[in-house]
């Protein structure tokens, strides 16, 4: 059994993707399954370095101090089979009506995903401007901010939805509502 739609969110870092989803997950509740394609990642590397996997999970500098290891590392993964980490990732997903793909960072990413379930798939682009992002922590770092797991989908054109959280954004309940109605009704 499929799920009926699966949302799938991409943003720069510290553009807020995290906070929405995890909002949109409080509201739809037992209707929905949060997927992380960094998952898989993050689980590998914890096990061969033996680190702290939720540490790697949450939005922490723990985790920045392996980001730009983990990115090369998957990048190699991803040379080989381009869709790995959707995969694994989806593997484990518990089936719900629906799905939250919370950090969608490449082309390949949005093509397995349309590949695997076409018309289910909903894009969503969460953008914030620098200011913003930088108030919430973001700090330029050389090969990990301008490579392939940050920008790929820059000139990527096909949203279905583009949410602006930066210092213009709506409240939260509102950016919510405009994501619920890409939802059909379940």
């Known amino acids: 059994m499929k799920p009926k739609v699966i949302l799938l969110f991409s ?7 995290d906070f ?3 909002n949109l997950q409080a509201r739809l509740a037992d209707k929905c399954e949060v997927i992380k394609i960094s998952e898989p990642i993050k689980r590998h590397w914890a096990k061969e370095k033996k680190l702290n996997l939720d540490e790697l999970l949450s939005d922490t500098e723990y985790k920045e101090q392996y980001r730009l290891e983990m990115i090369e590392w998957s990048d190699e993964m991803r040379k080989k089979d381009y869709g790995h980490f959707c995969r694994l990732a989806c593997c484990n997903a518990t089936i719900k009506p629906i799905w939250i793909v919370s950090d969608i960072r490449r082309k390949t990413d949005v093509r ?3 590949e695997n379930y076409g018309d289910l798939i909903k894009t969503i682009k969460i953008i914030a401007d620098e200011d913003t992002r930088k108030q919430r922590g973001y700090q ?3 090969g ?3 490579v392939t797991s940050e920008c790929d989908l820059d000139d990527y054109t096909d949203w279905g939805l583009i949410i602006n959280n930066g210092q213009d954004r709506l ?6 509502r405009t994501i619920l109605n890409l939802i059909p009704d379940l």
């Open 11 to 17: 943003g720069k870092r510290k553009s807020g993707k």
């Open 20 to 22: 929405l989803t995890n």
């Open 112 to 114: 397995w995903f349309k």
């Open 140 to 142: 330029f770092k050389p």
């Open 144 to 146: 990990v901010d301008d």
């Open 171 to 176: 409240p939260v309940e509102e950016q919510l």
